[in-house]
C-alpha cells in the first residue's frame, strides 16, 4: 500500500490564494461565464452547494420516484450518473417521459463554446450523457458549437481562433459516438451565414423583439459596458432549442418565409451543467408568447466536475494542471493525478491506518464515480478508504488506470474522425430516427385520467396531472409541517 500524499503545491497555492480573503467569507457565484465556490471566514474554499442553488432557482431535485419512472417508461436503468446523482436537478423532466409514452417526437439539444483546442474529461460529461440519451429515445439532436459567443465574451480570443477551435472540439464530440443519422452539429458562424437558417433567424428576431434590456441584464449580470453582441446571443443560445429553428431535419422546406406550427409544438430537452440554466430559464419564460408558441424546454442539470485541486474548484481550459485533457497522454495523466489530485487521506500512514480517510473529498474516488461503472467496486473502496484499509497511493492507482482507459478509448476513436467526417455532421438535411415504437398512452388518455382524478378527489400536481400515492404523502406531510409552523407563529404572537 502507498503512503497517503500531502497536499500538492498546487492545492496549497489555491489555499494560499483563498486566505487573502481572510475575515470575510463569500457566497458561491454560480452563472454561465464565471463560476466561483463559497469560502469561509477563514478564506477556506468550500465545496458547491449544489440543493442552495437548486432552491436559489427553483429546480427540482431528481428523486428515486422519478428514476423508477424513468425505468418503467424507457426500460432502460438509469444512467450512473443519475444513480449516483451527479445529474441531480431537472425541469419538467417528466413532460418529457409523457410525451415518449405517447410516441410523440422531441428534440434532444445541448452545445459548446470552444475555447481551447481540446476539450477535458469535464467538458465530455454533458455529450456522454447527451449520447446515451439519444440512444435510449432513439431521437433527433442538434448541437450548437457557440464560436460567435466565445469571441463576443473572451476578450483576447479572435474569431480566426474560435473557429478552430470550435472545429476541433467538433470532431472530439463526433469520438464520443453519436449517430450521424439523427445528429446535426453546427458552429454558428457557419450555419448562420448558410442560407438553412431563415427560420432560426426569424425566430431569434421574434424571441429579440419579447426580451428587454432588463431582463437579459437580470438574468446574466449585464451592465452598461457589456457589449451589445452579448445581448444579442443570449436569444440565439434561447431559440437553438426551438424545433421550428431545424426544418430540414423534418425534410420540411427551410427556403419558404413562413414557420411550421407543428414543429414550433415539438417539446425539446437540454442537458447542461447547471451554471447554464440562466439562459434557458429566459427561454421558457417567453416560449409561449411566441406567435407560434413552443413549449418549456425541459432541463436535465449536471454538477461539476471538480478540479484536480479539490472542493470547490472548476476545470479550466486556461490551467492545465486543473483537468485531464482528452489529448493528455498516459505519462500526462499519471503526472497530474499523482501530483495535483486533492486527497482525502491523512497527513500520515499511521493516522491514515488509525482514522481513515474520507472519500467524499477525494479527487480521485470523485473521478471513480464518474467513469467506473462498478457500483459494488465503488462501495468498497469508499468503504476501506473511510477503515483506514486502502490508501491514498492506492485510490489514485485505480483512477489512473480508469482515466487512461478512458481517455485512450476515446483517442481511438478521435483519430478515424475527418474533416469530410465532420463536413458531413455539418451539413443540414433531413435526420432518421425511430423514437417511441409501441406508445402506452394518448392525450385523450391523460386527459380522461385527469378528469377521473378530479371527481375522485384526488389533488393534481403543478403540471396539473394526478398526484401519486407517494406524492399525496409528501404534500400531506408538507401541509401538516406548515400547519404547525403557523400554530407555533400564532401562539408568539
Same mark, same amino acid.
Given at each position: 500500500?502507498?503512503?497517503?500524499?500531502? *497536499?500538492?503545491?498546487?492545492?496549497?497555492?489555491?489555499?494560499?490564494?483563498?486566505?487573502?480573503?481572510? #475575515?470575510? $467569507?463569500?457566497?458561491?457565484?454560480?452563472?454561465?461565464?464565471?463560476?466561483?465556490?463559497?469560502?469561509?471566514?477563514?478564506?477556506?474554499?468550500?465545496?458547491?452547494?449544489?440543493?442552495?442553488?437548486?432552491?436559489?432557482? $427553483?429546480?427540482? %431535485?431528481? +428523486?428515486?420516484?422519478?428514476?423508477?419512472?424513468?425505468?418503467?417508461?424507457?426500460?432502460?436503468?438509469?444512467?450512473?450518473?443519475?444513480?449516483?446523482?451527479?445529474?441531480?436537478?431537472?425541469? +419538467?423532466?417528466?413532460?418529457?417521459?409523457?410525451?415518449?409514452?405517447?410516441?410523440?417526437?422531441?428534440?434532444?439539444?445541448?452545445?459548446?463554446?470552444?475555447?481551447?483546442?481540446?476539450?477535458?474529461?469535464?467538458?465530455?460529461?454533458?455529450?456522454?450523457?447527451?449520447?446515451?440519451?439519444?440512444?435510449?429515445?432513439?431521437?433527433?439532436?442538434?448541437?450548437?458549437?457557440?464560436?460567435?459567443?466565445?469571441?463576443?465574451?473572451?476578450?483576447?480570443?479572435?474569431?480566426?481562433?474560435?473557429?478552430?477551435?470550435?472545429?476541433?472540439?467538433?470532431?472530439?464530440?463526433?469520438?464520443?459516438?453519436?449517430?450521424?443519422?439523427?445528429?446535426?452539429?453546427?458552429?454558428?458562424?457557419?450555419?448562420?451565414?448558410?442560407?438553412?437558417?431563415?427560420?432560426?433567424?426569424?425566430?431569434?428576431?421574434?424571441?429579440?423583439?419579447?426580451?428587454?434590456?432588463?431582463?437579459?441584464?437580470?438574468?446574466? #449580470?449585464?451592465? #452598461?459596458?457589456?457589449?451589445?453582441?452579448?445581448?444579442?446571443?443570449?436569444?440565439?443560445?434561447?431559440? $437553438?432549442?426551438?424545433?421550428?429553428?431545424?426544418?430540414?431535419?423534418?425534410?420540411?422546406?427551410?427556403?419558404?418565409?413562413?414557420?411550421?406550427?407543428?414543429?414550433?409544438?415539438?417539446?425539446?430537452?437540454?442537458?447542461?451543467?447547471?451554471?447554464?440554466?440562466?439562459?434557458?430559464?429566459?427561454?421558457?419564460?417567453?416560449?409561449?408568447?411566441?406567435?407560434?408558441?413552443?413549449?418549456?424546454?425541459?432541463?436535465?442539470?449536471?454538477?461539476?466536475?471538480?478540479?484536480?485541486?479539490?472542493?470547490?474548484?472548476?476545470?479550466?481550459?486556461?490551467?492545465?494542471?486543473?483537468?485531464?485533457?482528452?489529448? +493528455?497522454?498516459?505519462?500526462?495523466?499519471?503526472?497530474?493525478?499523482?501530483?495535483?489530485?486533492?486527497?482525502?487521506?491523512?497527513?500520515?500512514?499511521?493516522?491514515?491506518?488509525?482514522?481513515?480517510?474520507?472519500?467524499?473529498? +477525494?479527487?480521485?474516488?470523485?473521478? %471513480?464515480?464518474?467513469?467506473?461503472?462498478?457500483?459494488?467496486?465503488?462501495?468498497?473502496?469508499?468503504?476501506?478508504?473511510?477503515? #483506514?484499509?486502502?490508501?491514498?497511493?492506492?485510490?489514485?492507482?485505480?483512477?489512473?488506470?480508469?482515466?487512461?482507459?478512458?481517455?485512450?478509448?476515446?483517442?481511438?476513436?478521435?483519430?478515424?474522425?475527418?474533416?469530410?467526417? %465532420?463536413?458531413?455532421?455539418?451539413?443540414?438535411?433531413?435526420?432518421?430516427?425511430?423514437?417511441?415504437?409501441? *406508445?402506452?398512452?394518448?392525450? $385523450?388518455?391523460?386527459?380522461?385520467?385527469?378528469?377521473?382524478?378530479?371527481?375522485?378527489?384526488?389533488?393534481?400536481?403543478?403540471?396539473?396531472? *394526478?398526484?401519486?400515492?407517494?406524492?399525496?404523502?409528501?404534500? %400531506?406531510?408538507?401541509?401538516?409541517?406548515?400547519?404547525?409552523?403557523?400554530?407555533?407563529?400564532?401562539?408568539?404572537?
Amino acid at each position: 500500500m502507498a503512503e497517503p500524499e500531502p *497536499p500538492s503545491v498546487a492545492a496549497l497555492s489555491l489555499a494560499e490564494t483563498a486566505t487573502q480573503s481572510v #475575515g470575510k $467569507a463569500t457566497e458561491q457565484e454560480i452563472n454561465p461565464w464565471d463560476v466561483q465556490a463559497a469560502t469561509d471566514e477563514h478564506g477556506n474554499v468550500l465545496e458547491f452547494d449544489y440543493e442552495a442553488i437548486s432552491r436559489k432557482w $427553483a429546480t427540482k %431535485l431528481i +428523486d428515486q420516484a422519478l428514476l423508477d419512472r424513468f425505468e418503467r417508461v424507457t426500460g432502460h436503468k438509469p444512467h450512473r450518473w443519475l444513480r449516483r446523482g451527479l445529474f441531480f436537478s431537472h425541469r +419538467d423532466l417528466e413532460h418529457i417521459l409523457d410525451t415518449y409514452e405517447r410516441g410523440e417526437d422531441f428534440l434532444l439539444y445541448t452545445g459548446r463554446g470552444p475555447s481551447s483546442g481540446s476539450m477535458h474529461i469535464g467538458h465530455t460529461i454533458p455529450f456522454e450523457f447527451t449520447k446515451w440519451f439519444q440512444d435510449v429515445f432513439d431521437v433527433p439532436l442538434v448541437i450548437m458549437m457557440t464560436d460567435d459567443e466565445k469571441f463576443l465574451f473572451k476578450e483576447n480570443l479572435t474569431q480566426p481562433e474560435v473557429y478552430g477551435y470550435a472545429r476541433e472540439n467538433a470532431k472530439d464530440i463526433i469520438a464520443i459516438g453519436f449517430d450521424i443519422k439523427k445528429t446535426f452539429l453546427y458552429i454558428d458562424s457557419e450555419f448562420f451565414t448558410s442560407g438553412f437558417n431563415r427560420h432560426f433567424n426569424l425566430n431569434a428576431t421574434e424571441f429579440e423583439k419579447l426580451v428587454t434590456n432588463n431582463q437579459v441584464r437580470g438574468a446574466f #449580470g449585464f451592465h #452598461g459596458s457589456t457589449n451589445i453582441g452579448s445581448n444579442a446571443f443570449a436569444a440565439k443560445q434561447c431559440v $437553438a432549442a426551438f424545433a421550428s429553428s431545424y426544418p430540414f431535419i423534418w425534410g420540411q422546406d427551410y427556403k419558404t418565409y413562413h414557420r411550421d406550427a407543428k414543429l414550433a409544438s415539438i417539446p425539446c430537452i437540454i442537458p447542461c451543467a447547471i451554471d447554464q440554466d440562466p439562459y434557458f430559464r429566459l427561454v421558457r419564460e417567453n416560449s409561449s408568447r411566441m406567435d407560434q408558441p413552443s413549449p418549456k424546454p425541459a432541463l436535465i442539470h449536471s454538477k461539476f466536475l471538480t478540479a484536480l485541486q479539490g472542493a470547490g474548484g472548476k476545470m479550466s481550459a486556461s490551467n492545465p494542471n486543473t483537468a485531464i485533457y482528452m489529448s +493528455d497522454t498516459d505519462k500526462q495523466i499519471k503526472n497530474k493525478i499523482n501530483k495535483h489530485a486533492f486527497s482525502g487521506g491523512q497527513e500520515t500512514l499511521e493516522l491514515h491506518k488509525e482514522k481513515g480517510g474520507n472519500p467524499d473529498i +477525494d479527487v480521485a474516488y470523485q473521478y %471513480l464515480t464518474y467513469f467506473d461503472d462498478d457500483d459494488e467496486k465503488l462501495a468498497k473502496f469508499a468503504d476501506d478508504y473511510r477503515k #483506514g484499509i486502502m490508501m491514498t497511493g492506492d485510490m489514485k492507482k485505480e483512477c489512473i488506470s480508469v482515466m487512461m482507459e478512458y481517455v485512450n478509448k476515446f483517442r481511438e476513436a478521435r483519430e478515424k474522425v475527418t474533416e469530410e467526417l %465532420l463536413d458531413q455532421f455539418m451539413q443540414p438535411r433531413k435526420l432518421d430516427w425511430k423514437g417511441n415504437q409501441n *406508445p402506452t398512452k394518448t392525450k $385523450a388518455s391523460e386527459e380522461k385520467n385527469e378528469e377521473k382524478a378530479t371527481e375522485e378527489g384526488v389533488p393534481l400536481g403543478e403540471d396539473g396531472k *394526478p398526484l401519486t400515492k407517494n406524492q399525496q404523502k409528501k404534500l %400531506l406531510k408538507q401541509q401538516e409541517v406548515e400547519r404547525k409552523k403557523r400554530e407555533k407563529e400564532a401562539a408568539k404572537k
